[in-house]
Structures are given as C-alpha cells and as structure tokens.
C-alpha cells in the first residue's frame, strides 16, 4: 500500500468517516486503515480509564495506566506505542506511528466516541465529520460494489456538475462529464479494486473535462465491513495543475539554461553565483573556479570604464542591456560576443539577481572578415574584367591593369614585368611591359640567370615560383620575385614577374587572388593578340577586296568595248537578206550578247558599289512617272506569259521620293521582272505603294510564282546565287537584288522580302519621302537620323 503524508493520511481518514455513517463500522474501518498505514499487527483504541473500545487483536497484552500518553505526545513503552487521540481516549500500537495523522481528526473522532454516549449533543460526530469534508480542496467519493456512486463531497460534485448528493446517488462513471480515455482507466481500476486484486490504487492524470485539461493525483481504497468483505470503494483526488505548471516552467528553464548560448547568473553585488555550460566551454573557466567572481574577471580590456558606467546605467534604469563586447577567456584570448543583460527584481521592485546571456561572435566576425575580403576581391577582379573588355591597346591596358593589382596588394612592390613564353615564331622570351623595372636597360628579367631555372620549373608545373633574392636589379631595395603563370584554359601563354620585399611572408590566398587575377589578364593579352590579327586580317581582305573590284571594273570596261561591236555586227548581218537559218544563228548572237552585256553592266555596277565610287544623283523623284515607265517596260514580258499585273496609281501623283531617279527605276524593274520571270503561267502581280511611318514610301511587289523554300531564304541576297533557277530556262545572273539591295541602302533606303514556298513572294523597297514644304523635308531627315 502506498505512503500517505501525513495531510493525505488526515484526509483519508476524514474521507471515511465522511462515508461511513453507522457508529460500529466507522470504528472498524478507521482502525483498520490507520493499521494498515502503520502496518500493525495489533491495534487497539483505549479510553484514559483502560477500557478497550476496539482491537485488532484479541489477546492485548494487560494494559498498564502507565502506558496513557502524557501532554498530547506519543509515547514508547518497550515495543509498544501509545498515540493520543483526545484526554479521553488514546491509541496502542506495535509499530511506530507513520504517518501521524492530524490533531484536527483526532479531536473530531474522539468527539464522535464521546457522543456515542451522550445523544442530547446538539450538533453529531457526522455532521462535523460532514463540514470538514465539505471544507476541504481534496476531492472525495465513494461507491459501492456496483460501481455506482453513494456520495461525495461538494469540491467532487462540482468537478462531476452536479448539484447534490442525491442527484449523483446511482450514477455510474459513464454519466460523468469527463473524456473516455479517463472513465477506461477509472473503470479498470476500480475492476481491480472490486475484484480483489489490489487494496489500493494510486494515479496521476490529465483529466480531460468538456475540453479543459485539469492534472490531478489521487488514490482509491477498497471498503471493507466488519466481516471484511469488500463493501464498495472510497477514492480521494487533489488538483495538481499548479504544481504541473511549475514543473513545465523548470523544464523549460532547465532547457533554455543548457542552451548553446552561455548564460551566468549573479546577485545584486555582481557577484556569479551559478554558470552552465556553454558560458564553462566558451570561456575556459570551470563552474567553480567562476564561482565567487565578479564580470570584472571576464573583462578584456578593449572598453573603457565610462562603457561599462554607462551599461550598468542602462541596466538600472532600463531593466535591460544588450549590445556587442570584447571579453577575455581564462587562457587571455581576447574574443567578441554578443552579451544580453537583464536585472531580476523582487515584488518591491528592488534587484536581486542579474543574468547574462552571450553568444560567442568569433566564427561570425571571420565569417563576416572572409566575405569582406571575398567582396573587395571580386570587386578588384571586376575592375580587372572591365579593363580587359576595353577596347585600349595591350601597352596601355598592361599598364592600368598592373598598376591597379599592385595598388590593391600592400605586399608588392611596384615592380613588374609580363613576358610572353617562347613560341615557334619566336624561340626565346618575349617581354611586352615592364612597369618601374630599374637599373636593367633594354635587358628582359626574364634572361636573368637565376630566373631561367624557375621558368622552366613554372611552364612544366604551371604553379607560381618565388626567389627569395633578386641580385639583377640593382637599383631596387632588396627584394625577391614572385613569378606568376599566365594560362587561358590549358593552354601557358606566359609569365608576370612581381617583386617582393626582402623577407616578406605573404598570405596563400592573396597568390590565389594574383591567380585569378592574372587568368583575367591571360584572357585581355589574348583577347588583343587575336584582334590585332583579325584587324590585319581585315585590312588584308578590303585589300583584297578593292583589288578585286578595280579588276572586275577594269575587266568590264575592256569586255563590253569588244563585246559593243560583236553587237554592232550582229545588228548589221541582221539586216541583210538571210536564209531563215542564217537568220536565227544572228538573233542568237544578238540574244547572248544582249544578255552577256546584262551581265558586265551589273558586273560593272557592283564593283563600283564595293569600290565605293558610285555616283547618285539625290533628287525630288515623281513616284507615278516612275512606275508608268516600269509598266511599259514589264507589261509586254508580262503578256507573253499571260500574267495579270494590277497596280492602282490613285494618289502617286502627290508621292515624291528624295532618291536618284535612275537607280530607283532599275530596282524597280529589277523586282517587277524577276516577278513575271519566277511566276507562273497566267499568274497575277499586284504592285502596291503605302506610307508605313512618316517620311517613308514603301513600294510593293507581289507575286503567284513558287515562292521561296525557308533554307534558301538566307541566301537570296548573296550574289550569283539563283537559289536553284540556274537549272531552268529562265535567265539570270543572281546579282540583280544584290544590287537593288545595295542600291537601296545607298539612297537611305531598305528592300526587304517576305516568301511562303507555292504561294509566292512579296519584295518591298522603302525610301525617303520627298516633301513640297521644305519643313516637313528637314523634319524627315530628322527622324531618319533618329
């Protein structure tokens, strides 16, 4: 059976006599649980004069007057014990009376035997007994062997809503309003109870009613009659919520007091009283070597007296502080940490206790240290990277790069070279700059003697080399060189040479920063390497370019002057009087000669295009007399192929091009002949003009032929290029767009095409506007600057 205090021992036994109203049977039951509390073999209940009211066992050893207690205290007599209930009447036990219970219960049981004789009372044992169960906190019940409830007392029946003893009289536990999961462990326990199984039963639960949670701890006991038979069961619980509460709150302090934040706790002196054991690991100090010590010992030094002054200041007025210091740990490490300082005032508003809470910043201020250093490095690489994507020659871009590393690395001198490794043009090593490189001359650093060796060591290893003492340059302090390769990918395209001061230490990332930095470097010398050969290159082709322009110009003259008089014979032989054979051998030769002079006019107009010696004669164009000149021309080709050409001039009679007359009739002709040329039989040409934006004429040809396949549409306006017609009987030469195009571009103006295969093509010419009012003309050649 499990210990009672002797508060729970008390309200047991209240509890019973709560329950129990015959006379007899309250003695029985009160003597047999106090026996089974004190674990008793013999008990017995005496009066002061020796009679015995009640015992446990029959043959009580001869009382002796001697054994009464005296001034309300137990007493030992050998093996015996004698405990005091009233001046009337006392207790003899053989075992020690643990736990004692109450005076207040024992005044009131011995009221209850006084009156047993003496009925005239006014007020009975049980209503007294009634009024101290109804007056105390602890929750008390009974049932009987059905499990029904016989009675409680007012603090149960108000936990269970009811409103008396005879409206909770015969209702079952399934009747109280508490949650099923605590009616299956009440049951269960009062089976074992009921059964026999247990005497008693002990429990702690969260009892769960109509949604609020209430912790209580209670024991239940089985009832037994003066047969000892079980005769029902009494139960007691008490409210444990408060204590539950504080048992969370210590937990969590528990928790956040082991926390990774170190945290002290001292008393209003300042003096440390407890630490855990973040604060022990992050200072060095033991709990108790710090115990007894004031902050003062933590101090590092790093802030003065009035910074201290003026935390405490804070702290005082405030309730709180918080802010980054520099404190010291045992070993004299000075380190900085975040520090919280709050006071603990008691209910009159006075301090006393402080707790500090601090968090170590060493990682993050390195942290913090590394992405500086990270930011300033990619800033200078970006610097670099701006420099390089310049457009400045390699002396100067060397110059500004190079100055702008040495100027960002404290650590080197301004001393410096760049040498290009040996290659198969030039066998030996190429130096392209040397910045402030004293006492050498027309000399390179690089054909130094002791600096041969580490060149060769660095194009093998492609990793930096050092020589800790230079004896070359003899105007410089002392000083070693560090040698740098220069690499685009894989490939070693050669070296810069710094130099050092004598004896200096340098820090390994800052040569992988000069590594990174001369990667960027590698990329500008081989960037400018590659466009000064693609600017040489260039100059070659318009060289070579001119030279074949003024050939082709050269060539076209002297071809057409031979080719005029084949013509002109042609002409002549055309009009004699020829057999029908003899007559079509002359008009071939006139064709092909027709079409070879075609062939060297065009010629003739691009190499002047590409020489850039063609001459235009810019003027106000009527667009309507233009397109009635390339009707007449077009239409007879069209009608041979029976093809329909629609053009509507309404309103060209106010449209004027600011272009050169000539040129735009023969773009013009060009595209309307190429659409009677590519269409098909009986097709159709739609020839359309239209004002897209202000100050621009588009002029539109459109066609029904074969269109143009989407693979070959690149290739349209490169010349000789006929996209496959060189196949076909329709002639061409593949240069008359390329012309018109350039023509085009010329004059300020832009042909362009749109083509769907077996649909046809639409090809369009947008030129300058030509305005009658000299303001709008000035106004249009504004916006075709814009």
């Known amino acids: 059976m499990a210990e009672f205090t002797p508060h729970e021992f008390s309200e ?11 006379p007899e049977q309250l003695i029985a039951g009160t003597i047999a649980l106090i026996s089974r509390q004190w674990g008793c073999q013999c008990l017995t209940l005496f009066t002061s004069a020796g009679d015995i009211l009640f015992s446990t066992h029959c043959e009580q050893a001869e009382f002796k007057v001697s054994y009464r ?25 053989d075992q020690p009376p643990v736990p004692l219970f109450s005076s207040l219960w024992a005044k009131c049981f011995a009221d209850h035997l006084q009156r047993q004789n003496n009925s005239s009372e006014s007020i009975t044992a049980e209503q007294i007994t009634r009024m101290v169960m109804d007056s105390i906190p602890t929750r008390v019940f009974w049932k009987n062997t059905s499990k029904h409830y016989e009675g409680a007392n007012q603090a149960f029946m108000q936990d269970a809503g009811v409103s008396s003893a005879a409206e909770l009289r015969g209702m079952t536990i399934n009747q109280l309003p508490w949650a099923n999961q605590n009616r299956q462990v009440f049951d269960h326990q009062d089976d074992l109870l009921l059964s026999g199984q247990a005497e008693s039963a002990d429990y702690e639960e969260a009892l769960l009613t109509n949604g609020k949670t209430q912790w209580i701890q209670g024991h239940k006991q089985v009832i037994r009659n003066n047969k000892g038979e079980i005769s029902g069961i009494l139960g007691t619980y008490h409210d444990i919520s408060a204590r539950k509460q504080d048992e969370e709150k210590l937990r969590l302090l528990a928790t956040a007091f082991e926390s990774h934040e170190g945290i002290v706790i001292a008393n209003s002196q300042g003096i440390i009283l407890e630490v855990n054991a973040a604060f022990c690991e992050i200072t060095g100090y033991s709990a108790d070597e710090i115990a007894g010590k004031t902050f003062q010992v933590l101090h590092s030094g790093r802030q003065n007296q009035q910074f201290y002054r003026d935390m405490w200041a804070s702290i005082n007025q405030r309730g709180r502080w918080e802010g980054e210091v520099w404190n010291k740990r045992k070993n004299g490490e000075i380190y900085p940490e975040w520090l919280t300082i709050t006071a603990v005032t008691d209910d009159s508003n006075e301090v006393t206790h402080y707790v500090g809470a601090f968090v170590d910043l060493t990682e993050i201020k390195a942290q913090q240290a590394k992405v500086r250093r990270a930011a300033i490095q990619d800033q200078l690489i970006a610097q670099v990277f701006r420099l390089t994507l310049q457009g400045s020659s390699i002396g100067h871009y060397l110059q500004r790069t190079m100055e702008l590393i040495l100027e960002s690395q404290p650590w080197l001198m301004s001393v410096a070279s760049v040498h290009l490794a040996p290659y198969q043009e030039h066998t030996h090593w190429q130096t392209v700059f040397n910045l402030n490189l004293p006492g050498n001359g027309n000399s390179s650093i690089a054909d130094h003697p002791d600096t041969q060796e580490l060149l060769k060591e660095l194009a093998q290893s492609r990793q930096p080399r050092t020589l800790l003492s230079c004896h070359h340059c003899k105007s410089a302090p002392p000083h070693g060189h560090l040698l740098i390769p220069l690499q685009i990918e894989d490939q070693f395209i050669g070296v810069v040479i710094l130099a050092l001061r004598a004896f200096d230490n340098h820090n390994p990332d800052d040569e992988s920063l000069l590594m990174r930095l001369f990667n960027v470097l590698a990329l500008g010398i081989s960037r400018r390497q590659t466009d000064q050969a693609l600017i040489t290159a260039k100059e070659e082709a318009e060289r070579a370019n001119l030279a074949k322009s003024q050939f082709l110009s050269s060539m076209s003259h002297e071809l057409r002057t031979p080719l005029n008089a084949i013509l002109g014979f042609a002409q002549l032989l055309e009009l004699e009087e020829l057999d029908e054979a003899q007559l079509e051998n002359v008009t ?38 233009v397109i009635s000149e390339c009707l007449s021309l077009t239409q007879p080709l069209a009608d041979k192929r029976q093809i329909t050409i629609n053009c509507d001039q309404n309103g060209l009679d106010s449209l004027y091009l600011t272009a050169d007359r000539t040129r735009v009739k023969q773009i013009i002709l060009n595209l309307m002949s190429n659409a009677v040329k590519y269409n098909k039989e009986s097709g159709f040409i739609l020839l359309e003009f239209s004002t897209p934006e ?7 040809v459109k066609d029904t032929g074969a269109g143009i396949p989407e693979e070959k549409k690149s290739e349209i306006f490169q010349p000789f290029q006929r996209l496959g017609a060189e196949a076909s009987n329709v002639e061409g030469t593949g240069i008359g767009l390329v012309i018109s195009q350039k023509l085009a571009r010329s004059m300020k103006g832009e042909l362009s095409f749109s083509s769907q295969e077996n649909q046809g093509s639409h090809f369009w010419i947008d030129l300058p506007q030509h305005f009658s009012d000299p303001e709008h003309n000035d106004e249009a050649k504004d916006n075709d600057t814009l």
């Open 12 to 22: 047991q036994l209240f509890a019973l006599g709560y329950s129990t109203p015959d």
């Open 694 to 700: 202000y100050g621009i004429v588009r002029i539109s």
């Open 588 to 625: 071939e030769i006139i064709h092909a000669g027709r079409h070879l002079l075609e062939l060297i006019n065009e010629v003739l107009d691009l190499a002047k295009i590409e020489a850039g010696r063609l001459d235009l004669s810019i003027e106000p164009v009527p667009l309507n007399m």
């Open 69 to 93: 207690p005296e001034n309300d205290q137990v007493r030992q007599h050998g093996e015996l014990f004698s405990v005091p209930l009233s001046d009337q009447f006392f207790l003899l036990s």
